[in-house]
């Protein structure tokens, strides 16, 4: 669009407008209330300085959709109940565990029973670790707006280790050595056997 020049008679009109006007003062118009306390400065979020041009440190973003922390979060952030020595010893895969069941393939109504079946026997035979593989599940996420995790036994198993009648023989569960399946199987360290 064409901007179009002012004639004679809009600037004649626009003078008679600014002659009548006055100057407002802000200071004048906006008075602070007495009871109101002064307003916090805005704080300013500073990037940490870092040497010779490498990137600065930033810390990881949680996901806005999904509230609750992943699975390995959660197992992150639970207590160490046993041996820390064993305990470094069994993350690092230096433990061997005493035995093994694979629920690969099973649905959940098969799986339970299983697991319950070989923690028991497990426990009674007197053995300390041992490992459970769920395998990491298929990805069934389609995109659409509520979030789908994968494996269900993955994320299944260790609710189920936390339930009676397992919880009262089960002391720690932690996710298995990369060299023992990684992601998709968990070390199972139980009590003594008294």
Not at 50 to 66: C, H, I, M
Not at 86 to 91: E, P, R, T, Y
Not at 179 to 184: F, I, L, N, T
């Amino acid at each position: 669009m064409k901007r179009r020049r002012l004639n004679d008679d809009d600037l004649a009109l626009w003078r008679r407008v600014t002659e009548r006007t006055e100057k407002l003062e802000m200071s004048k118009l906006f008075t602070p209330e007495i009871d109101a306390p002064a307003p916090a400065p805005p704080q300013v979020r500073r990037a940490k300085i870092t040497l010779q041009g490498s990137k600065p440190q930033t810390t990881a973003k949680k996901r806005s959709n999904d509230l609750r922390p992943t699975l390995s979060e959660q197992m992150k952030a639970a207590p160490v109940q046993m041996d820390h020595k064993a305990f470094g010893k069994m993350k690092r895969g230096k433990l061997r565990p005493e035995g093994r069941i694979d629920l690969h393939g099973m649905t959940l109504d098969r799986a339970h029973p299983a697991l319950n079946g070989f923690i028991m026997d497990a426990h009674a035979r007197g053995k300390r670790l041992v490992l459970v593989i769920t395998g990491k599940g298929k990805r069934r996420d389609e995109g659409g707006p509520i979030p789908v995790r994968d494996g269900v036994l993955r994320h299944q198993v260790p609710q189920w280790l936390a339930m009676p009648p397992l919880s009262a023989l089960v002391l720690q569960i932690t996710q298995a050595h990369i060299s023992h399946g990684g992601g998709g199987a968990y070390y199972v360290y139980l009590r003594r056997h008294r």
